[in-house]
Structures are given as structure tokens and as C-alpha cells.
């Protein structure tokens, strides 16, 4: 009988067994070790750290993220631990946290691989793509013989349009993974991207067709195609997964995802539902649902989805977010305020959220609470370079153009290839009056230079459009204002008022949502994409699938414009009007719509980029539904006995040398008063503290002065009834307030000058028969408004025929205005059928042209 001693107690799993059962899946057996060791000790950062490893792994977020955050702060310089967080975040999408994460590891140790690779992924998610390149290009200094740095190589170099070098990289990367069907794909889709797409399609057909392919793998490649700006070949992934594996959720999901971005919203919803029934939960699914429903006009079930959605997932920032526009479509202020700080809770690390607020709050002229949104933004670890453009955004409407204009060029000068700071530059150089036209032109064009002409297609590309003279043309309207905005009173006419026998009209909304404005010009095209989601390359591709003959820019340099991908030149032929009465600068914009009050024969085809495409009026305006059916009040100086002369331009516009000729106009007209419109809320004492301290330094009377804060449409309009005669600001006079003020009978004068921005309102009192209030000089603008205040009489009797006369004229005449316009597009297609017909033959494909390796790219977000 043998004895036996006493059992020695078995050791804990080390570290490196611990991760050698985890790259081997047995996550139990790695459970029970973990379990152990914590027993023994409930401080131990490495078991937490490999107990959240395992959670990640079984998609238990929560779980994963509360052992991983211990682990980190026990051992904050444990780079390993570190980076576990920044994968987490990637892995849950949350790529502005995991970006963070990374940044942080690389500060204990510049050159840790694991952390170089959460980084560049980070930003190729972020879709930033020069600091994508240049992380990558890090990475591979350090690990160039591994695949996956490789790989990381080829995605940043895409990004970039740069698809030949981006080949070589991903071909380097196959030959160390030579059966990759990733890899495999990221050659197709370069091939596809420099213009062989049959090359390609003969790359994808063995992947579509393999008979061991997985659902997960055909899900796989689909999303892989996705982000790589390939929507309709994605498509095919989804779609051969869905035939072969009909309840497989990730490939409905992604198939309704997919078919709604090429704007299928009904085919996606079909989708979409199915994935609910078999998961009501699928947060995912509701939440494209609310979109597809939106897109669709049927808000009701719009808002039944997101409700669906929140309730399967309260936190769910996207969600809450969409939720919080409709409210405020509802004209429910306060609780889209509320959901909106909701999703700021439910994901502190979406800037788009807090960017959401601060416009929301923006709009409605509460300055210091935007403000302070973007602080705790960056209390949050949004980037500063994510704040800045809003931040100067915020200073544009406040009104100070300086400052606006300073912090855009402080973001050039850390970020010389920033083309939204190029931007926002050239918006603020048309409100300084110290700048020639010759001057501010020339800035345009250098931003073509710069960040656009590189993208065009090759000389030898051409359109496969049929060159057809009299057949039914596409046109194509592009705008993020198809909304309650300035643009939307001047391109709702133009729509309501197209012959859809001769053109065939497409719109394409680069906007969240919409509202009454949005449904009713939905009602007037043919088709209605949503474009906002879109990457430039796809919306090239929707565009040109679309086959659009004509494409009309509406945006110019302001917010949500897409030149970028104008830059690409989507259409045979593209046009801009509208968004700003100036040249684009752009290359590939062929023509700009305008009139030959705004741009006389002869005086302004210097400053721009384009040719000039006269018609009757460039501007054709309908007034606001709130305004329709107030009357026209009686003069207010006959029962006042004195002129109140008004401004309701952006106080931005409003510089020294206009405040200096108001006050020469006050002091020559004793009894006159000057009522301003600040744009800001009532107790916005920064605002009003600084029109106070200007006018007081240009020699305004300031006790003649009279302060209007933002008020509702209806209020604004009747606001009008106070005031006698409107006066316009320069260089950057009025448009949309001008042809409020003559829709209530208010006459504005105006000062002139060399350049169409300079010509707005010249445009507008020309077109309605009183060129006499335009001004050549200020010492015409003076004589005009005291000429005026000298005349009660005639001043009363011009104002009780204004409206009808702006009524009668090319202004309000939408038919009229849009018959000359189709008119003029049709000889311009015509001398494009002409031109096509004489060049050699199209080929197949779009080449995508190889970018000067000196040139970097960052997209527009």
C-alpha cells in the first residue's frame, strides 16, 4: 500500500499560456485559469486584462470595457493594455476613442507595432487620409514584412487616389498571404478604380462563386468593398451571400445598408424588415429603417424605427441624434436639445454629436451655450482639429470676420493641405473691403490647384452619355440646402418649374434629413438621392450610373458642398449658381448661371473660372410660406415723421467702412433712426457689447440705433413694417435679405461694384424696374437715401406698388426664368453633342488618374 503525501497547489497560468489558449479559441479553459489567479488576487491587471480579451472576443462590450479600463489603470504604462482599449474601440466603431487610445501607447513607446496598427486603422476608418499615410507609412518603417502592415500600406495610399501605388502594396502584401481572399479583393478594387472594371469583375467572380465561401466571409468582403468607395461591387457580395444564406443577419443588414446608399430606399426596407424578424432587436437594422423611411417621406414610421431602435439600445448615439432632428422638425426645440445631449451620454467619443448641438444651438443664436458644447467636446477628447472649423463657424456668425478668418488660417498653418480651412478662408476674403476682386479670384483658383485639379479624369477619358441633341436631358441639381435655408427661396422655383418632358430631373441631397421646404421640392424632381453618407467616389459612381447629362452645383464654398467630387467631373457638363455669386475657381466647373446685372459683358469674365451663362435673372425667388399673406403696411415715416432706414444683413457684413457711411448718413439726416438686426439672441451681451463699441467707433449715433435679435420668420417679416428704406451693406451685399425687404415693400439701396458679389442686390433692384436706388459711388449711396428721405410722398407711393411690381418681374417669375434657363442648358448640351461627336469613341470604364505623390488629400466631412 503505497502513501501518499500531501498535493502540491497548482501554479497560476502565466501570461504567456493564458495567450497562447486564447489565439487557440479555448476561451473556457482561459476563463477558469483567470478566474483563479483573481481569486487570489482581485488587483491582478493581467488576469482583468485577459478576462477582458475573452469578453471582447465573445462581443461582450460592457464586460470587456470595464476589465479592460481596470486593467489600464493599474498599470497606466502597460502598453499592452492600452492598446487592448484602442481595439475595443475599433472593434465597437468608436474610432475618434481608439485613435486616442493608440496615441497614448505611442507616448510610452513611439514605435510599438500594435499600437502603429490601431492608429493607421483609426484614421483609415476616419477616413482622414493624409495623416492615414503618413501613420502607415510609421507602421511600416517599423514591421514592413508583415501583411498586415502592408495591407494598412495599400488602404491609406486608396484613400488618397493614389490606386497604382496602392496596387504595388497590396500585391507585396499577397505575396506573404498568398490565398487571401482580402487581399484578392483590395487588387480588384484598385483595378477597378484605374478604369479596368471588366479586369475586375473577372478578380471578384472567384470570390463570389467559391462553394466553401462562409456567410461571414461574403459579409466580410462586401464591407471590405464598402469602405473601400466600391458601393455597387459590395453589392454583389451582399446579394450572392443573401441567395446562398438567406437568414444569415450580417448579410441582410448590410444588403437593405447597401441598396439604400444607392438610393433604393423602398428595396432596402424589404431588407431591413427581414432583419428585424429575426432579431427584433437589431439596433442596426431599425436604425436604417428610420433612414429608409425618411428618405421615403414617412416620418411616422421614421420615428417608429428610431423609437425601436432606442429601445433595444438606449445609448444609441445615431439614434437618439436622428430622433433629435425630427423634433426639431416638429418645432420641439427643447427636446431635441435634450436627445441630442442623450447621445452625447450614450457615446461621448462621437464628435458628431456634440458638432450636432453646437449647430443646433448655433442656428438658434445661442452662441455661448455652442461654445460651450465645443469645450466639452474637447473635454472629451474630440481633437481640436475636429472643433477648430466649427469653432471658427461659430465666430463667422457671431460676426467677427477676423477672427473667423485668423483661426482658418491658423488651421492652414498647421494643416497646409486642409481644403476645408482653404475654404473657409475664401468665404471670409468677400467680406474684406481692403481685398481686390483680381485678388480674391486668384485665391479660388489656387484652391483648384492645390486640392482639386488632380482629381479630374484623364485627358483621354470620356462620357458614355449619348450625344443626342434633342433628347430628354438628366439634370442633376447638388445642394445640402434642399431645406429652410437661404439657397432653397431661389432653387424652389426652378424646380417647381421644369418641363419634365425635356428634362429629366435629379436632386441630390447632401443633408440630414429635410423639412416642409425638403417634401415639397421632393415632390418636384424625378429622382431623390441622399447623398450626405456618400464618399466622393461613390457619388461620382451614383451620378454616372445615373447618366446625368448636366449637373448643377448649388453650394459653392459653403457648408455641406461637395466640389470635391465636382472635381472629379461627374457629368459631361457641370454648372454652379446660387450657393455664392462667385467664380468657384474650379477647373472642371464649365459655366456659372447668372445675369447681366451681376455680371455686365465684358466686366467680370476675368474672375472666374468658368464661362458665364446669362439668363433673364440669376435670381428667381419665392417668399417664405409665413410671409404670403402679410400685407404691405403703410409707409411707417408718416405716422413716426421721421426715416427709419434698417440693415438685416449677417452683421459680418456690416465692416468699418459701411458703419463709418451710416454714420455720415445719420449725422446728415438729424431725425432718422437705424434699426440693425444682430443675428443674436436678445441678451447676447458680447454680440451687442461689440455692434455698441463699432458703432461708437465709426461714429454712429448710438442712442439712433435700434438692436433686433433673432426673431421667428413670421416676426422677422414683419419687422419690415417698422422700417422705411432698407440699406445695403459692402463689398458683400445682400441677396436673400434683399428680395425679403422688396417682397414687403421695402426698397434697399445699394452700393455697386466690379465683381458679382459686389451686385447681388444691383441684380434684384434692376430686375424689379428701380435701378435708381443702386449706387455707383458713397457719395451716390448718401445722395440716393437722402434724395429718398427728402420725398415721404413719392417714398409711400413706391412702396404701395413695390410688390407688384417685384410680383410682375423676372424676380418672382419662376416660368419665365426657368424657360430661359432650360433654353440656354439646351444649346450648351447641344454644343456638347457637337463637340463628343467629333472625338474618338468612349472607353469602357472610368480611369482614376495617379496622384502627384506631393499631393495629399482630406476628404470633406
Not at 466649427?390 to 497646409?416: C, M, Y
Not at 481685398?435 to 490647384?449: G, N
Request: glycine share 6%.
Amino acid at each position: 500500500m503505497s502513501r501518499v503525501g500531501p498535493q502540491k497547489a497548482a501554479l497560476p497560468a502565466s501570461a504567456t499560456t493564458l495567450q497562447a489558449w486564447i489565439d487557440e479559441g479555448r476561451l473556457e479553459q482561459a476563463q477558469e485559469a483567470i478566474v483563479q489567479r483573481l481569486q487570489a488576487d482581485v488587483n491582478d491587471a493581467e488576469a482583468l486584462f485577459y478576462r477582458g480579451v475573452c469578453s471582447m472576443l465573445r462581443g461582450q462590450w460592457d464586460l470587456a470595457y470595464a476589465d479592460l479600463n481596470t486593467a489600464w489603470h493599474l498599470k497606466p504604462k502597460d502598453a499592452r493594455f492600452i492598446n487592448a482599449m484602442a481595439g475595443l474601440a475599433l472593434m465597437q466603431g468608436e474610432y475618434l476613442q481608439a485613435l486616442e487610445q493608440a496615441r497614448k501607447a505611442l507616448e510610452a513607446k513611439p514605435t510599438n507595432v500594435p499600437a502603429l496598427h490601431n492608429q493607421a486603422t483609426a484614421l483609415l476608418r476616419l477616413e482622414r487620409w493624409p495623416e492615414a499615410l503618413e501613420a502607415a507609412l510609421t507602421l511600416v518603417e517599423q514591421d514592413r514584412d508583415s501583411s498586415a502592415s502592408r495591407r494598412t500600406m495599400g488602404a491609406a495610399l486608396r484613400g488618397m487616389g493614389r490606386m497604382a501605388e496602392a496596387l504595388t502594396w497590396f500585391e507585396a502584401a499577397q505575396t506573404l498571404l498568398p490565398d487571401s481572399p482580402a487581399l484578392r479583393l483590395d487588387i480588384a478594387l484598385c483595378v477597378f478604380h484605374m478604369g479596368d472594371r471588366t479586369a475586375a469583375q473577372a478578380m471578384v467572380s472567384p470570390l463570389l462563386e467559391a462553394e466553401d465561401a462562409t456567410a461571414q466571409g461574403l459579409a466580410e468582403l462586401g464591407i471590405q468593398a464598402q469602405g473601400a468607395f466600391a458601393p455597387v461591387m459590395a453589392l454583389a457580395f451582399f446579394r450572392q451571400g443573401h441567395a446562398r444564406f438567406p437568414t444569415d443577419l450580417t448579410l441582410l443588414v448590410n444588403l437593405g445598408i447597401t441598396v439604400q446608399a444607392l438610393g433604393n430606399p423602398g428595396e432596402a426596407l424589404y431588407y431591413l424588415q427581414q432583419a428585424t424578424v429575426l432579431d427584433e432587436k437589431c439596433e442596426t437594422a431599425w436604425y436604417h429603417a428610420a433612414l429608409s423611411h425618411q428618405a421615403l417621406r414617412d416620418k411616422a414610421a421614421m420615428e417608429e424605427c428610431l423609437k425601436q431602435c432606442i429601445a433595444a439600445a438606449p445609448r444609441h448615439a445615431k439614434a437618439l441624434a436622428t430622433l433629435a432632428g425630427l423634433r426639431k422638425d416638429q418645432g420641439k426645440p427643447d427636446e431635441a436639445r435634450q436627445l441630442l445631449r442623450d447621445a452625447i451620454a450614450g457615446d461621448p467619443y462621437w464628435e458628431q454629436a456634440y458638432l450636432n448641438l453646437a449647430a443646433f444651438l448655433q442656428e438658434a443664436g445661442d452662441y455661448d451655450e455652442a461654445g460651450a458644447v465645443l469645450d466639452d467636446a474637447q473635454a472629451h477628447d474630440v481633437p481640436e482639429v475636429v472643433l477648430r472649423h466649427p469653432r471658427a463657424s461659430l465666430l463667422l456668425k457671431r460676426g467677427d470676420i477676423s477672427g473667423a478668418n485668423a483661426l482658418f488660417r491658423d488651421i492652414l498653418q498647421s494643416e497646409p493641405e486642409n481644403p476645408d480651412a482653404m475654404s473657409g478662408v475664401l468665404f471670409c476674403s468677400n467680406y474684406d473691403p481692403e481685398l481686390t476682386p483680381e485678388q480674391i479670384a486668384e485665391a479660388y483658383k489656387s484652391w483648384d490647384r492645390r486640392f482639386i485639379r488632380w482629381r479630374a479624369p484623364p485627358a483621354d477619358f470620356r462620357f458614355n452619355n449619348k450625344p443626342a441633341a434633342r433628347r430628354r436631358i438628366k439634370l442633376g441639381y447638388v445642394s445640402g440646402d434642399f431645406r429652410q435655408h437661404s439657397v432653397a427661396f431661389f432653387s424652389e422655383p426652378l424646380l417647381a418649374h421644369h418641363d419634365h418632358e425635356q428634362f429629366e430631373v435629379y436632386c441630390y441631397a447632401n443633408q440630414k434629413g429635410g423639412d416642409p421646404i425638403t417634401q415639397r421640392m421632393m415632390g418636384m424632381a424625378d429622382h431623390w438621392r441622399w447623398t450626405l453618407d456618400l464618399s466622393d467616389e461613390a457619388l461620382v459612381e451614383m451620378i454616372r450610373l445615373d447618366g446625368i447629362d448636366i449637373l448643377i452645383d448649388l453650394s459653392n464654398h459653403t457648408a455641406f458642398h461637395r466640389l470635391y467630387m465636382f472635381g472629379r467631373k461627374a457629368a459631361p457638363i457641370q454648372m454652379t449658381t446660387l450657393g455664392m455669386p462667385t467664380t468657384t475657381g474650379l477647373s472642371a466647373i464649365d459655366w456659372r448661371i447668372t445675369d447681366a446685372f451681376m455680371d455686365p459683358p465684358g466686366l467680370t469674365e476675368h474672375l472666374h473660372s468658368e464661362k458665364l451663362l446669362r439668363i433673364v435673372s440669376g435670381w428667381c425667388y419665392k417668399t417664405s410660406h409665413e410671409a404670403e399673406n402679410l400685407p404691405v403696411s403703410e409707409l411707417p415715416a408718416l405716422k413716426n415723421g421721421h426715416i427709419t432706414f434698417a440693415s438685416f444683413n449677417a452683421f459680418g457684413k456690416i465692416n468699418p467702412k459701411v458703419f463709418k457711411l451710416w454714420g455720415q448718413l445719420l449725422k446728415a439726416i438729424p431725425d432718422a433712426e437705424l434699426f440693425l438686426a444682430t443675428g443674436g439672441k436678445e441678451d447676447d451681451t458680447v454680440l451687442n457689447d461689440r455692434i455698441r463699441k463699432t458703432c461708437r467707433a465709426c461714429g454712429v449715433p448710438w442712442k439712433r440705433v435700434r438692436l433686433m435679435p433673432r426673431k421667428p420668420f413670421k416676426e422677422y417679416f414683419l419687422a419690415h413694417n417698422e422700417v422705411d428704406i432698407v440699406l445695403d451693406a459692402f463689398p458683400y451685399t445682400g441677396a436673400t435679405v434683399t428680395a425679403h425687404a422688396l417682397w414687403m415693400g421695402v426698397p434697399v439701396i445699394t452700393l455697386s461694384g466690379p465683381s458679382p458679389i459686389h451686385r447681388s442686390a444691383t441684380s434684384m433692384m434692376s430686375t424689379v424696374g428701380h435701378p435708381g436706388f443702386v449706387a455707383h459711388t458713397q457719395e451716390e449711396y448718401l445722395a440716393i437715401a437722402q434724395r429718398w428721405a427728402a420725398d415721404i410722398p413719392a417714398l409711400a407711393a413706391l412702396r404701395a406698388g413695390l410688390r407688384g411690381k417685384v410680383q410682375a418681374s423676372p424676380l418672382m417669375d419662376g416660368a419665365t426664368v426657368t424657360r430661359d434657363l432650360e433654353k440656354k442648358l439646351r444649346q450648351v448640351w447641344r454644343d456638347w453633342c457637337r463637340e463628343s461627336k467629333a472625338l474618338p469613341a468612349p472607353k469602357n470604364g472610368i480611369k482614376q488618374p495617379k496622384t502627384p505623390k506631393h499631393t495629399k488629400e482630406t476628404h470633406h466631412e
